[in-house]
C-alpha cells in the first residue's frame, strides 16, 4: 500500500448532520484526515465542514457509491478509523412490528447492518495495515425494548453483533457504542411534536467517543458517557 500522508485518517458514515457532522470536524480539528458520505449535497452545504474533510456524497447501500469511498482512502493509503453513523428509522411515523412489512425490514436492515457490513468488509485492509479501530455508532433501542421502535432497535442488535464479530475473525479492535439521548433531526422525527430540547447536543457525546479512542480497550459494546 502506498502511504499518501503521515497523518490519521478516518472515514465516517453520515456526516452531514448530527453525530457525525460533529465527529467529522472534531477528528480534522485534531489533525485528522476525513472522509465522509451522505445522501444530501444540500445538507453538506450548510454544514461549514473543516478543512481536512472530504465530502462524498451519495447513499451507502449504493455499489459505485462505495467504490468511490474506496477510492478515497486508497488515495490517501491507509485508514486508522471506520466509524458506521449512518442510519435510518425507517417509514414514518415509528409503527409496533405487528404493522411492519418485508419492505420495511428490508429497507431498515439494507441501510442499517447491510451497508456497514459490505463497506468494512472492502476496508479491512487499510485497517489491518494501521492496526486501525472500526467503531459503529449503536442504540440503547439495541438491547432495551421500545414501542415502534422494534425494527430499528434490531437492526442496531444486528449492526453491534456483526461489528464485534468482524473484531473476533479479524483482531481489529471493534467497538459498538451507544451514544445516548440526543437533539438531533432523527430523534426529533421519532418524537414528531414533541419538544426534545431537553436532549444533550451531539457535540457533547464527541469529547466521549474521542476518549475511547484514547483508552482503546478491549473490543465490545460501551457506553459513551462512561468515558
Not at 467497538?175 to 440526543?182: L, T
Request: charged share 20%; glycine share 10%; no cysteine.
Amino acid at each position: 500500500m502506498n502511504i499518501a500522508t503521515n497523518a490519521r485518517v478516518a472515514l465516517v458514515t453520515g456526516g452531514s448532520a448530527g453525530l457525525g457532522l460533529a465527529l467529522s470536524r472534531a477528528l480534522a480539528e485534531a489533525g485528522w484526515r476525513v472522509i465522509t458520505d451522505g445522501r444530501s449535497a444540500e445538507k453538506f452545504k450548510e454544514a461549514d465542514l473543516a478543512d481536512g474533510v472530504t465530502v462524498v456524497v451519495g447513499d451507502l447501500t449504493d455499489a459505485d457509491h462505495r467504490a468511490e469511498l474506496v477510492a478515497h482512502v486508497t488515495a490517501y493509503g491507509r485508514l486508522d478509523l471506520l466509524v458506521h453513523n449512518a442510519s435510518t428509522l425507517g417509514a414514518l411515523p415509528m409503527r409496533p412490528l405487528a404493522e411492519v412489512d418485508v419492505p420495511d425490514l428490508a429497507h431498515v436492515w439494507r441501510t442499517n447492518v447491510g451497508g456497514p457490513l459490505v463497506l468494512t468488509s472492502t476496508m479491512l485492509p487499510w485497517l489491518r495495515e494501521a492496526d486501525g479501530v472500526l467503531l459503529s455508532i449503536s442504540s440503547d433501542a439495541a438491547v432495551n425494548h421500545y414501542e415502534g421502535w422494534g425494527l430499528y432497535g434490531a437492526s442496531k442488535a444486528g449492526l453491534d453483533h456483526v461489528t464485534l464479530t468482524y473484531g473476533a475473525e479479524t483482531g481489529l479492535t471493534a467497538y459498538a457504542v451507544d451514544p445516548g439521548d440526543m437533539r438531533t433531526a432523527m430523534h426529533q422525527d421519532a418524537f414528531p411534536g414533541e419538544d426534545i430540547s431537553d436532549r444533550p447536543q451531539p457535540e457533547t457525546v464527541v469529547p466521549h467517543l474521542l476518549a475511547l479512542l484514547d483508552a482503546r480497550p478491549e473490543s465490545g459494546r460501551y457506553r459513551a458517557e462512561d468515558f
